[in-house]
């Protein structure tokens, strides 16, 4: 059953991607191929909205999750159309997205909540509630790893470990090692799986640490002297089938999203994730304090959070795309 509902995952997709945006030309180009879309360079949201996580799913389509309400909205990144998947609900927040390629299911933080909640990503039914922590808390970020979805929490210094094959089954990885916890401060943000590590950004402190999953101990990446303000959201170019879930091979470019600072960092890291290297920083005229980030086609995406605008039922979000190393594929999120 599970690989006929894949195949059948793998179709829609190939659908989706296939499919043309309204007013692009079918007709062939020379030699008979198919003339390339030329896909939106901004993606809109719901007015109002408050986006803080972006994840991409199967094929094109790309989930962004609401601060206001915790509701999911659902967009096609080849004709900028989208949906709500998920309603939102007064009380909840939606902060990081992961999507889980293997068993279609989208992850999601639940902020000061304390929350986590895993939905269906395409018809977008609650599958599991999960009380994490209770105050003080916020649960901002997730990445998978081959059996967990590990949640930081950037008011305490601990990960959230959750259970795929039962989300019931939660527990708490105290953060220790070389990571520096600073209160009233914002700490640990962004997440991603790297081989069988962890990268984990201090947002407070504009750090990296590689984190051992299993034991929390965490030790500070050299970035030769260079600080990341205001990291955020972290995306790792991925390797391998979409069947092996979102980690990458260790070692390959890290896009930090650093929102207050509107710029993107790229870093290099190495094998053993001990140092990196800033090689590149992004820039748009488009941001607008983007925080989260995912790769797609060639580009990365991120989303526009506008922290600092007073939100309001007016107030207009989007995502930016930006283009990137053609071959460029992953995945990552945070809060």
Same mark, same amino acid.
């Given at each position: ?76 990144? /080849? ?17 990081? /997205? ?105 947002? %407070? ?46 070692? %390959? ?58 939100? %309001? ?16 594929? %992953? ?5």
């Amino acid at each position: 059953m599970r690989a006929r509902l894949m195949a059948l995952v793998g179709v829609m997709a190939l659908a989706l991607v296939g499919a043309s945006p309204a007013g692009a030309s079918d007709e062939p180009g020379p030699k008979g191929l198919q003339a390339p879309v030329e896909r939106p360079e901004t993606i809109p949201l719901p007015n109002g909205f408050q986006p803080e996580g972006i994840v991409f799913g199967y094929g094109p389509v790309l989930y962004a999750g609401s601060l206001a309400d915790g509701a999911i909205y659902a967009a096609n990144a /080849l004709t900028g159309e989208g949906h709500l998947l998920v309603e939102g609900e007064e009380g909840r927040i939606a902060v990081g /997205l992961e999507f889980d390629p293997r068993t279609g299911r989208l992850y999601v933080a639940g902020g000061a909540t304390g929350m986590a909640r895993v939905y269906d990503a395409d018809t977008g039914t609650e599958l599991a509630e999960v009380q994490l922590a209770e105050e003080p808390t916020f649960v901002n970020d997730v990445a998978l790893t081959e059996d967990a979805a590990y949640f930081t929490d950037s008011a305490r210094a601990v990960l959230h470990r959750v259970a795929l094959d039962d989300p019931t089954d939660a527990t708490e990885v105290p953060i220790g090692g070389e990571f520096v916890f600073e209160e009233d401060a914002f700490n640990a943000n962004g997440i991603a799986a790297v081989g069988g590590s962890l990268v984990v950004a201090h947002s %407070g402190r504009g750090e990296l640490y590689s984190v051992d999953p299993a034991t929390g101990h965490a030790t500070l990446v050299d970035l030769g002297g260079q600080a990341l303000p205001n990291a955020d959201g972290l995306v790792v170019a991925r390797h391998g089938s979409p069947e092996d879930g979102h980690g990458s091979e260790k070692g %390959g470019p890290l896009y930090v999203v650093q929102n207050r600072v509107n710029q993107v960092s790229v870093v290099d890291l190495a094998d053993d994730l001990a140092s990196g290297t800033v090689t590149d920083v992004l820039t748009s005229e488009l941001f607008r304090v983007p925080t989260t980030g995912d790769l797609f086609g060639g580009s990365l995406y991120v989303v526009n959070a506008r922290f600092g605008t007073e939100p %309001g039922p007016d107030v207009d979000y989007d995502v930016v795309r930006v283009p990137v190393a053609p071959a460029a594929t %992953g995945h990552g999120c945070s809060g």
